[in-house]
């Protein structure tokens, strides 16, 4: 496959190829010591959470370890020089937190409200491709997780779970993220899908296109049955098992509209009730852009840095999104959240709620639900932690009075 037909593939998260990690199979993440503890040994090799995480960087390895190196290099490398990647992690470490003295915080109140829903914490699951190539149940298992956890997942239109299975999976609430058909019509019956399985907000992903040297190395290309079912699912039904793999890459090429204009979103505007999010927004011009439009909220995000390398940290970028918006519509963030101090200042800068990518994935591949569900959990002790530390009680008393 030629180099800009993969790199076209790759603008909406399905051009890749790896084994799917096979969920019968479970890898020894640690062993016994020299003496032989049998028994650590043997809950390590029966599940890779035997010995639970603590950290979010701590399913990096572990699905390292589950992973083939061209579905691990997918969703953990970042676009070319992969400075933007770096910059959002390494922004949140340069912000300082000046915690109040004698605040008197024994116990917070993590819960906050999206859209007018309540969730149980700041911390909702983003759209991220490909999640069945991580573990056999996908989209599916992080939407259980989120369930659990009591907060709202995301998926991708490009998760190669549909968005039927998904919503069908689990009962808690769920946003839909929707790639554009440059077929109005197919757009049209995804929008009218999601209502009927009950999603309560559609997520417009803008900032498209992706050129991650990683995955050119790794020479990705999509396996014929995951491209037709992903294509089929979202509605494009006259294609079969007849048709070449040739024909699908042709076909999807031109199926989907990169542009993204404005004229979508008032088409899209007219043509639903349910909530509409803009993620990918980076400066208050883009802001306000979608107040203009009549959305309901907008997502600070550089796409993880898997976009356009170069551009600035999705954090450094936030206060000045929230200070134009004043309130007129919802803020959220994505882009580097590795902790819960990190989810912290994104909410001292304005940010409603965060949205994580990558370690769920990672988290997704290492176990599963279970590991979805770990990595939810581990990110809620840490902003208990720092929302004690800090003397905040609720999510409304965090403010960037806190922030050097």
Known sequence: MNRRVFSQ????????????SREA?????????AGGNATAAREAAENPLARLPVTVEDFIELARAKLPKPTFDYITSGSEDEVTLRDNVEAFRRMRVLPPLLHGVSEVDLSTTVLGEKIALPVMLAPVAALRMFHPQGARAS???????????????SAHNSLD??????????WFQLYAPRDREVALKLVRRAEKAGYKALVVTVDL?????????????????????????CGFTQLTEENTYEELVAFNLQAWDPSMSVDFFRWLRK??????ILKGVLSPTAALQAIDLSLDGIIVSNHGGRRLDGMPASIDMLKDVTEVVDGRIEVYFDSGIRRGGDVLKALALGAKAVLIGRPQAWALAAGGETGVKRVLDILRDELTNAMIASGCRTVADINDGLLL
């Open 9 to 20: 593939l790759l603008a909406f998260g399905v051009g890749y190829l790896s084994a799917p």
């Open 25 to 33: 199979e479970t890898q020894d993440v640690s062993s016994g010591d």
């Open 143 to 157: 939407a259980r997780a989120a369930a659990r956890a009591g907060t709202i997942v995301i998926p991708s239109t």
């Open 165 to 174: 299975e998904i919503a069908e999976a689990a009962d808690g609430p769920k």
């Open 209 to 233: 296109g992706e050129r991650k040297d990683a995955d050119l190395r790794n020479r990705f290309s999509i396996p014929h049955d995951f491209l037709l079912k992903h294509l089929r699912d």
């Open 271 to 276: 043509q639903t009730k349910l909530p509409i």
